[in-house]
């Protein structure tokens, strides 16, 4: 079955286009050199969290400069669009810890909710971005780390997503989605979908075939392309407390180092 349109669209606002600044605006990931002395540290941080939380788009666009990789113009568009399904959206902005090279990153946070008929939808997602700046500008980015989750209702279960950040070109690896709390005799279905870089672009729902789950969750194996790049999941979870709609990003990589950025 296709997931709901109302929590697909969403979720692919989040990653599209390999996913950016706040999910939901798009950078496309650039990848950036060494850090260059101070003016790649210098990251306009608070000004990026203001300018995402802006009502107005002038912070943001003053912020971002065009180059590789980068296009302000989709960051907006993309801002827009999440902006306009959850009312109430908010984000966060810290800084992270540098790479093993000393590129700096951040880590960006957003949350919001949005009514639908009787039913509400709760978006969440964390995205780990290591980040090139000029000291004024954000001028490049390469998502490191990358997930949101979305639930209707009130009392949707809690789960825990066990899925790993980066895998190796080739490698078997486990896609885990699992309800924190005992189902207690309750009936739960739930399935996967890759989600492909035309879908991330278009916004497009995948379809996912659903099975009942057993063992408290979503358990499946799956296998990393032979080449570098990256998978995004899309996991939906029928539980008869609500709907919950997850998606991961991994990034696939050919060298054992690159596993931790």
């Known amino acids: 079955m296709p997931l709901p349109r109302s929590l697909v669209s969403a979720v692919l ?6 996913a950016t600044l706040n999910p939901g605006a798009a950078l496309r990931a650039a990848t950036p050199g060494p ?3 101070a003016a790649a540290t210098a990251l306009p941080l608070q000004a990026l969290e203001a300018a ?3 009502a107005d788009d002038a912070p943001l666009a003053d912020l971002l400069q065009a180059g590789p990789g980068l296009d302000p113009d989709e960051i907006q568009k993309r801002r827009q669009t999440l902006r306009s399904q959850f009312p109430d959206l908010r984000w966060t902005v810290s800084a992270g810890t540098p790479t093993r090279d000393g590129q700096p990153t951040a880590i960006l946070r957003v949350g919001g909710t949005r009514r639908q008929g009787v039913t509400t939808y709760r978006l969440d997602a964390e995205q780990r971005l290591a980040l090139r700046g000029d000291g004024r500008h954000i001028t490049a980015q390469t998502v490191l780390q ?3 989750l979305l639930r209707s209702g009130e009392q949707s279960p809690p789960v825990s997503l066990q899925i790993p950040d980066a895998v ?3 490698e078997r ?8 709390d005992p189902l207690d005799g309750a009936m739960a279905a739930g399935g996967l979908a890759m989600i492909n870089a035309q879908q991330l672009l278009g916004m497009e729902s995948p379809s996912v075939e659903l099975g009942a789950l057993g063992g408290g969750g979503l358990f499946k194996r799956v296998q990393a392309p032979l080449n570098p790049g990256s998978q995004t999941w899309a996991v939906l979870l ?3 407390r609500g709907i919950i709609s997850a998606t991961k990003r991994v990034r696939v990589v050919a060298d054992r180092a690159a596993l931790t950025p």
């Open 238 to 240: 029928v539980h008869p």
């Open 168 to 170: 190796l070109t080739g």
């Open 52 to 54: 995402l939380n802006s």
């Open 173 to 180: 690896y486990d896609v885990d989605v699992i309800f924190d």
């Open 146 to 148: 990358e997930q949101s």
């Open 35 to 37: 850090a260059a002395g």
């Open 13 to 18: 606002a989040v990653l599209a286009a390999g």
